[in-house]
């Protein structure tokens, strides 16, 4: 099994659509994250589960709306999106430490592009 | 406010040595983090420095200074398999991650 599973890969989506960004680990961690990816730029950290609770990020725009149902799995509903939204969406997992050797492992990514 | 700089290309020859320079100004320092992510693939993990030195660990080596704020990735006996992008990113006081935009390196030939 790919360790972190991301679907769909491609997602093309109008400015009126809701669709879901989805995102499953098959490593046991106790922590989840939504980056966003756009080009030449460093990635932007949306979203952490720890635990299964979710840690705020206050300037991520209500439009993205995370949702973890399970320590394994972490959702990203989108509705009303821009066309600046358009990026790669990256999941990742990790066992969060005490010695802050934090080590990420991350999905492929799902390619969104809003029209 | 923090941030990490790095270069935003570099190119290399097949088989010879190429350094990647990342700098950094954050709250605090509790590790340095290098990835390697190619084209339409996931960024997978290739070191961790929280100590002034050199990590080496095959072709690929990591260096921290932290009184400079600064680490370079070296990488021996380049192969066209290591054209990717490299990404700097940097554990604040706060435990976040603050991320460089990241290198691409290009392997010719």
Not at chain 1, 27 to 53: C, I, T
Request: aromatic letters at 10%; proline letters at 4%; a negative charge.
């Amino acid at each position: 099994d790919t360790e972190v599973t991301q679907t769909p890969k491609h997602l093309v989506m109008g400015m009126t659509n809701k669709k879901s960004l989805k995102c499953e680990q098959h490593l046991g961690h106790n922590a989840m994250y939504w980056y966003k990816q756009s080009a030449k730029k460093p990635l932007e950290l949306m979203f952490v589960y720890s635990l299964e609770e979710r840690v705020e990020n206050n300037s991520v725009p209500s439009r993205f709306s995370p949702e973890c149902p399970n320590s394994s799995l972490l959702n990203l509903h989108l509705h009303a999106l821009q066309p600046e939204d358009s990026a790669l969406y990256l999941c990742a997992s990790s066992q969060e430490e005490s010695s802050g050797a934090n080590v990420l492992t991350f999905g492929a990514g799902s390619r969104l592009t809003v029209l | 406010g923090q941030n990490i700089d790095q270069p935003t290309e570099m190119t290399a020859t097949e088989g010879a040595i190429v350094q990647i320079n990342c700098t950094y100004q954050t709250s605090g320092f509790n590790g340095l983090f290098w990835y390697q992510q190619h084209a339409g693939e996931a960024p997978t993990f290739l070191s961790y420095n929280v100590l002034d030195g050199l990590e080496e660990k095959g072709r690929f080596s990591s260096f921290l200074s932290r009184s400079k704020g600064y680490s370079y990735l070296l990488l021996k006996e380049l192969q066209m398999k290591d054209s990717a992008s490299y990404l700097c990113a940097v554990m604040d006081s706060n435990y976040q991650l603050i991320w460089g935009a990241g290198t691409k390196l290009i392997i010719k030939p």
